[in-house]
């Protein structure tokens, strides 16, 4: 079956920087596209990145751009999301989607807290 899990979230001070793994298995992972997602307290779930499953092509948000950068590896069924420069309203639980739009498979969150 599908299963989507993400690593690497924690507690980091504003500036500072974070990278999140997302290990997919059950599925031909090099045949999708994935994406990003958070969710901050009380706010709706937001997209933050995707990376195209044809040539690698990226997108980000107006939010994050030019602080986070997402990649993938598809010898190891892996996406990354790299954060840098992290700001204290970056918290919030990320989650991992495969595809961008469409309804499909997610993670189950990994949190993020941005705090001095």
């Known amino acids: 079956q599908v299963q989507l899990v993400e690593s690497g979230g924690g507690l980091v001070q504003p500036g500072g920087s974070l990278r999140l793994s997302c290990a997919a298995s059950?599925?031909?992972?090099?045949?999708?596209?994935m994406s990003w997602y958070r969710q901050a307290p009380g706010k709706e779930r937001e997209l933050v990145a995707f990376i195209t499953s044809s040539d690698g092509s990226t997108n980000y948000a107006d939010s994050v751009k030019g602080r986070f950068t997402i990649s993938r590896d598809n010898a190891k069924n892996t996406v990354y999301l790299q954060m840098n420069n992290l700001k204290p309203e970056g918290t919030a639980v990320y989650y991992c989607?495969?595809?961008?739009?469409?309804?499909?498979?997610w993670g189950q969150g990994t949190q993020v807290t941005v705090s001095s």
């Open positions: 059950g599925f031909t992972f090099s045949s999708y596209g």
């Open positions: 989607k495969r595809r961008v739009w469409t309804d499909d498979y």
